[in-house]
């Protein structure tokens, strides 16, 4: 059992949400639990209060809080991909329904944003050589999804 679990506050979209996630991640990914409102709770009886799932291996709780607090650019899922393959497959079923941003940063049809970042980024970035790393980071900001070619010719 992991010690932290983050937990994703929805309008009511928490299983809906879960769901999605589990058939993008595949592999170690899934629903581990439903639980709903009951009567002396403050949503509608019987609808979904929370579902716990997993997804790559990590735990995570969806909550249906309600519209008070919705998410922002403050909190992210960062997904690290292997190669261009996975950087696409992510990015494409991500932002499937919601918003492309740059640097590889996505909202979900849910709103909540996703960093799609091959692998190799922090390491083309942190080259010793600073003119390489400077123009790795220009190639990134104009780049909505990250082109790991791209990236490496810079």
Not at 25 to 36: K, W
Not at 92 to 98: E, F, I, K, M, R
């Amino acid at each position: 059992m992991q010690k932290i679990t983050p937990c994703l506050w929805y309008d009511g979209k928490a299983k809906e949400a879960a769901e999605h996630y589990v058939a993008i991640f595949g592999g170690d990914s899934r629903i581990l639990d439903v639980t709903h409102y009951g009567e002396s709770a403050p949503g509608e009886t019987g609808s979904v209060l929370t579902v716990e799932f997993r997804l790559a291996g990590q735990d995570y709780m969806g909550l249906n809080g309600g519209p008070q607090f919705p998410f922002t650019e403050a909190i992210s899922l960062s997904v690290d991909c292997a190669d261009q393959a996975e950087v696409d497959r992510f990015w494409d079923a991500l932002s499937d329904g919601g918003e492309e941003g740059q640097c590889g940063w996505l909202k979900d049809r849910f709103g909540v944003s996703w960093q799609i970042v091959p692998n190799e980024l922090p390491r083309l970035l942190a080259d010793p050589d600073p003119v390489k790393a400077d123009r790795t980071m220009k190639a990134m900001l104009a780049m909505g999804k990250l082109d790991i070619q791209a990236l490496r010719d810079a």
